[in-house]
C-alpha cells in the first residue's frame, strides 16, 4: 500500500510509470498466441488513407471484448493492477475498454501525440499498457515519453516524428506494465522486427466522460475517432489559439 502511494507520486511527477516483471510470463504468451491467432502478422488497416497519412498512426486496433474473447479479463482483473490504478485515479475510477495495437513489419508506428485534450486537465485517460513480447532496439516499436509533459499543455505544433526535447525512450519487456497519462506527449517508434503488439487496458477517473478519448491530439492536427473528422488543423491556426484554451 506504502508502495502504491510512492508510485503515485512517481506518476504524478512524470506522467508515466514502468513497472517491468509485473505479470506474469505464462499469461503474457498466451495472450501473445491469442492476439496472433486473431490477426495474423499482418492484419489491415481500417483507417482512411487520409488519416495515416496526416496521423501517422500507423497501427491496427482490435478490441477482443467486442469478440467475446474472454483471456484478457484476468489481466483486467489482477488484484495488483485494481489497486494501483485505485493509488492513481481515486476511488470508483472507471474502466473504459481493452484495445490491442498492432503493428506489422515496416509500420511507422505512432506519431507523436496526446490521447485526448488536456484543456481541462482533470479529464484525462490512464493507460495501462501491458507488453506480452520484448520490445527490442532489433524489433523497434520503443514507446518514447516526455517526462512531465503531462503538466505542460497541448503538444507544441511541430514534425510529427520529430525528437522532442527531454524525450525518454522505453524499451518495455513481456511482462511489463507502462502507465501513461494520456496528456503526456508519446510515440512509438518504427518497426523493423515481424510486428510490434501492446495491449492497452483503458481507464479514467469517476466525472470523467467516457467517450474522453474520442478526440486524439496530434502536431499538425486533432481528429475525432467517432466521427472520422479532422477537427482541428493545428498547422493553418494561428499562435494565438494555440494556447490551449477551451473553446466550447
Ligand atoms: O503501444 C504503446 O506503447 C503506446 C500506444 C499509445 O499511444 C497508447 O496506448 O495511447
Ligand atoms: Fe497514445
New binding site residues.
Given amino acids: 500500500m506504502e508502495e502504491n502511494s510512492k508510485l503515485a507520486e512517481q506518476f504524478w511527477e512524470e506522467g508515466f510509470l514502468v513497472l517491468d516483471g509485473f505479470l506474469e510470463s505464462l499469461k503474457m504468451d498466451e495472450l501473445n498466441e491469442c492476439i496472433l491467432e486473431n490477426l495474423g502478422k499482418a492484419p489491415e488497416n481500417l483507417h482512411s488513407d487520409e488519416f495515416l497519412e496526416r496521423s501517422g498512426a500507423d497501427v491496427v486496433p482490435w478490441f477482443p471484448q467486442h469478440h467475446g474473447i474472454t483471456a484478457f479479463d484476468e489481466v483486467a482483473n489482477n488484484p495488483r493492477l485494481l489497486e494501483l490504478t485505485t493509488a492513481l485515479l481515486g476511488p470508483e475510477w472507471q474502466e473504459l475498454y481493452s484495445m490491442v495495437?498492432f503493428s506489422r513489419q515496416g509500420s511507422k508506428g505512432?506519431s507523436w501525440?496526446q490521447?485526448c485534450p488536456p484543456e481541462f486537465p482533470s479529464h484525462f485517460n490512464l493507460?495501462r499498457?501491458v507488453y506480452t513480447h520484448d520490445v527490442t532496439p532489433e524489433i523497434g516499436g520503443q514507446?518514447v515519453v516526455v517526462p512531465g509533459s503531462h503538466r505542460q499543455g497541448v503538444i507544441p505544433i511541430g514534425d510529427p516524428d520529430g525528437v522532442l526535447e527531454g524525450q525518454h525512450v522505453l524499451e518495455p519487456k513481456r511482462g511489463t506494465l507502462?502507465l501513461?497519462h494520456?496528456h503526456t506527449w508519446?510515440r512509438?517508434l518504427s518497426v523493423k522486427g515481424t510486428y510490434r503488439v501492446?495491449t492497452?487496458f483503458r481507464a479514467c477517473p469517476q466525472g470523467v466522460p467516457k467517450d474522453v478519448t474520442d478526440v486524439c491530439v496530434y502536431r499538425n492536427m486533432r481528429y475525432r475517432f467517432s466521427t472520422g473528422v479532422f477537427v482541428e488543423d493545428r498547422l493553418a491556426m494561428p499562435d494565438r489559439v494555440q494556447t490551449g484554451t477551451p473553446t466550447h
Fill in positions: 495495437m505512432q501525440h490521447d493507460n499498457l514507446t507502462v501513461l494520456g508519446h512509438v501492446s492497452n
